[in-house]
Nanobody, 121 residues
Framework: QVQLVESGGGLVQAGGSLRLSCAAS????????MGWYRQAPGKQRELVAH???????NYADSVKGRFTISRDNAKNTVDLQMTSLKPEDTAVYYC???????????????WGQGTLVTVSS
């Protein structure tokens, strides 16, 4: 019903930058919160950053000052600009949309398929 498609992952050296993008589709009227989570091997999925429609962002302490989240409400997209990447940022990054209003009803939570970010030392 709601599809999230991520792009932009890949391999980068420590200190480098990557930009992740996510586009939501599915006859969407509004998305309350969009965000990015990540899951490293052997670890639980964790919040990286999220941004509600009003634009007040929230970041994990580990990425503050290095990552920037932004969204385009008209296009239902959310981006994550990642700079000064560290090997510990290596993970599968997942796009998330929470509280999605569509022509077919309300979707409480939707996830993308994930995109791998690998940071080499």
């Amino acid at each position: 019903q709601v599809q999230l498609v991520e792009s932009g992952g890949g391999l980068v050296q420590a200190g480098g930058s990557l930009r992740l993008s996510c586009a939501a589709s599915g006859s969407i009227f509004r998305i309350n919160v969009m965000g990015w989570y990540r899951q490293a091997p052997g670890k639980q999925r964790e919040l990286v950053a999220h941004i509600p429609g009003g634009g007040i962002t929230n970041y994990a302490d580990s990425v503050k000052g290095r990552f920037t989240i932004s969204r385009d409400n008209a296009k239902n997209t959310v981006d994550l600009q990642m700079t000064s990447l560290k090997p510990e940022d290596t993970a599968v990054y997942y796009c998330n949309a929470r509280g999605v209003y569509t022509s077919r009803g309300f979707v409480s939570d939707a996830w993308g398929q994930g995109t791998l970010v690998t940071v080499s030392s």
